[in-house]
C-alpha cells in the first residue's frame, strides 16, 4: 500500500466508525450534558477518535472505546466550569475587539454577563459553525484535523473556521453593550439580585444543600448552581442507592450525603455535615396519583418532612441563623381553583393526599420564617417538564409512547382524564427561579409558571404533530385505571410577581420543549431496542 491508500483507508473506516457511533455517542452524550454544550462533547470525542486513527497505523474501530472517550468527556464536560469561562474568555477576546474589560478587574458579574453574551452570541450560529469554532478554537484542532473530520481540504476547513469567525463576532457584538460603561451599568443592574445571597465566604465557595437531588428539578439545580461556583451536596436515602449512582455519574460534583425525610436525627447530621448556605427541600411523594394509595407516607415525606428539615436548620443554625430555606411549593395546593388564573392571593383547595401534605408544608415554612426570622421561601412551582422527567407524568408518557408508536415498538398508548389542563413549563428555567428567591434580601413566596394552558388533549396534539401525525385517535385509548378519586380539572399560573421582583421569564415554550422530549425519546427508544446502551 503506498502512503496516499493507507491515508485513504483511515479515512474511510474513521467515516465509517463516525457514521456507525454518532447516533448512539450523541444520545449518550444528550442525557447527560446541558442542550447547548451537546455539539461541542459530540465534537470532542470524534477529534480524540480521529487523532487516534491518525496516530496509531491500524487502530480497532472499538465501540467500547469511543464510548470511554465519551463517558470521560461528559465527567470532563462536567468539571470544566473554570476551563469553560477561560475558553470563553478566549472567544470574546476574538469578538470584542476593546469591549471587554479583563475579567479580573471586573469579577463575577462581569464576567457571568460576559459569559451569558458568548453563549448567545454562540446560540446564534448555525450548528456547523458553533463545530468549527469549538473545534479550532477551544479544543486546539489543527485546520487539517477539522478538514479530516469535515470531509474538506484543509484550506476550505480554514475558511469555514474563518467565516464562522467573522459571523460570530457579528452576533457578539450585535447586542453588546457599547463599552466599558454600559457593561458597568448592566453590572449593576444585576447586582440587586446577587448581593444577599450567597457569596464566597472569605474565599470559600457557597455550600448548598439539596434534598431530591434524584429528581428532575434536582438534577438541573445541582447543574445550576455548581455552574454558579457552589460546592453541592446531594442527599439519598438508604445504602447504596442505585440512583444516587446515576447521578454522581451525570454530574461527578456533587457530592452525596445520606439523610432521609422521615428520620429527624438523619436530617440534623446532614445539616451539621454540611454546614449550608442554601437549603433546596425537593423531596417529595411527587407523583398525584400515587399519593392516593399511599397517602399516610405522602403525608410524613411530603408533609411534616418540611417540618422535620425547618427544625434541623432551626437547631443547627443556633440563634443568628443564616441558613437559607427553599421549599417546592406547588400549585397542586390551588386544586379545585377559585379564581383563574392563580396567584400568590388565590385562596388553597387542595385535592389529593399530595395537594393537602404540600399545604401543610407550605404553611410551615411560612411559620418558620415568622417564628424563628429563618430566610424561608416557598415556591409555588406550576407543572415543568424535561426530557428527565419521570416517565408516570403525563406529558413525558405521551413524549415516550409517541416516540415507541413511531418506532412500531407500541401500538397505542393508554390514558385517564383528557379534559384536564395544566400550565408546563421547562424545569431549567424554573430551577433558576428557586436560586432567585435565595439570592432576596427577604424570603417571601412566589408562583412560577409560563401564564399558557395546555389540555392534555392539546399535548397529544403536539407530540404527535412531532412525528407528522395529525389525528392521534386510532393510537389512544382510555383506562379508568388512570383517573383519580378527585381531580384539578385546570391550572394556569399568575407569575407577574416572580418577574417583577425576581426579574425571571420562562425562556422555553412548551411546544418547543415538548418536541425536543419526542426527539430525545426516539433516539433513547432506538438506542434501546438496538441494544446498543
Ligand atoms: O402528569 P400528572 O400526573 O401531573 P399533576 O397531577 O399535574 O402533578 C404534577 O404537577 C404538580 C404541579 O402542578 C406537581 F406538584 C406534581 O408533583 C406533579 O409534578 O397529571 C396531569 C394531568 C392530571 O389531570 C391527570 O389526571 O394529566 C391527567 N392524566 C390523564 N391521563 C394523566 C394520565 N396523568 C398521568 N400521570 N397519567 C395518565 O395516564
Request: charged residues 25%.
Amino acid at each position: 500500500m503506498t502512503v496516499l491508500e493507507i491515508e485513504e483507508d483511515r479515512s474511510a473506516r474513521f467515516e465509517a466508525l463516525y457514521g456507525a457511533h454518532r447516533p448512539s455517542i450523541a444520545a449518550y452524550v444528550r442525557r447527560r450534558v446541558i442542550e447547548h454544550d451537546v455539539e461541542d462533547v459530540i465534537a470532542q470525542v470524534f477529534l480524540i477518535a480521529w487523532r487516534r486513527f491518525a496516530a496509531i497505523p491500524s487502530p480497532p474501530e472499538d465501540r467500547l472505546w469511543l464510548f470511554g472517550v465519551a463517558r470521560r468527556m461528559v465527567a470532563d464536560h462536567r468539571r470544566s466550569t473554570v476551563r469553560r469561562r477561560r475558553l470563553s474568555q478566549r472567544l470574546a477576546e476574538e469578538a470584542r475587539g476593546p469591549v471587554w474589560p479583563q475579567v479580573g478587574s471586573v469579577g463575577p458579574v462581569g464576567f457571568e454577563t460576559m459569559q451569558w453574551r458568548v453563549d448567545r452570541a454562540m446560540q446564534a450560529l448555525r450548528p456547523g459553525e458553533r463545530e468549527v469554532l469549538r473545534l479550532v478554537l477551544w479544543d486546539g484542532a489543527s485546520h487539517a484535523e477539522a478538514a479530516a473530520l469535515f470531509g474538506c481540504t484543509a484550506n476550505a476547513a480554514e475558511l469555514r473556521y474563518r467565516r464562522a469567525r467573522n459571523r460570530f463576532r457579528e452576533a457578539f457584538l450585535a447586542g453588546a453593550p457599547a463599552g466599558r460603561a454600559r457593561l458597568q451599568e448592566f453590572s449593576s443592574s444585576l447586582a440587586p439580585r446577587v448581593s444577599g445571597g450567597a457569596q464566597p465566604r472569605g474565599g470559600v465557595m457557597p455550600r448548598a444543600l439539596i434534598t431530591g437531588i434524584t429528581g428532575q428539578d434536582g438534577r438541573y439545580l445541582a447543574e445550576l448552581l455548581i455552574g454558579k461556583g457552589y460546592q453541592v451536596h446531594g442527599m439519598i436515602r438508604g445504602q447504596n442507592n442505585p440512583k444516587g449512582r446515576i447521578v454522581q455519574d451525570e454530574v461527578p460534583e456533587i457530592e452525596l450525603i445520606n439523610g432521609d425525610l422521615t428520620d429527624l436525627s438523619s436530617l440534623i447530621a446532614a445539616v451539621e455535615q454540611v454546614q449550608p448556605d442554601e437549603v433546596y427541600n425537593l423531596g417529595a411523594i411527587s407523583f398525584v396519583k400515587l399519593s392516593f394509595s399511599q397517602p399516610e407516607l405522602t403525608a410524613d415525606v411530603s408533609g411534616t418532612g418540611v417540618l422535620r428539615l425547618l427544625e434541623a436548620i432551626r437547631i443547627v443554625g443556633g440563634t443568628n441563623n443564616r441558613i437559607r430555606f427553599y421549599q417546592a411549593a406547588t400549585s397542586e395546593m390551588f386544586g379545585k381553583v377559585r379564581e383563574i388564573p392563580q396567584s400568590e392571593t388565590t385562596p388553597f383547595h387542595p385535592r389529593s393526599p399530595y395537594g393537602t401534605a404540600k399545604v401543610f408544608g407550605y404553611y410551615t415554612t411560612l411559620n418558620y420564617r415568622e417564628s424563628y426570622g429563618i430566610h424561608a421561601s416557598n415556591g409555588i412551582l406550576f407543572n415543568h417538564t424535561s426530557p428527565r422527567r419521570g416517565l408516570e407524568f403525563v406529558e413525558r408518557k405521551i413524549t415516550n409512547a409517541v416516540a415507541r408508536i413511531s418506532l412500531g415498538l407500541q401500538d397505542t398508548v393508554a390514558l385517564g382524564n383528557l379534559d384536564t389542563s395544566r400550565d408546563f413549563g421547562y424545569a431549567g428555567d424554573y430551577v433558576e427561579a428557586m436560586w432567585r428567591m435565595l439570592q432576596q434580601d427577604d424570603p417571601s413566596d412566589f408562583v412560577v409558571a409560563t401564564g399558557t394552558r395546555w389540555s392534555i388533549r392539546q399535548v397529544l396534539d403536539l407530540a404527535f404533530q412531532a412525528i407528522g401525525i395529525e389525528d392521534w385517535s386510532p393510537y389512544v385509548v382510555i383506562d379508568d385505571r388512570f383517573l383519580r378519586p378527585a381531580e384539578v380539572d385546570e391550572l394556569v399560573g399568575d407569575a407577574s410577581r416572580a418577574r417583577e421582583v425576581l426579574g425571571w421569564e420562562p425562556k422555553v415554550t412548551f411546544p418547543e420543549i415538548l418536541k425536543e422530549m419526542v426527539r430525545n425519546d426516539i433516539e433513547l427508544e432506538q438506542a434501546k431496542a438496538g441494544g446498543r446502551e
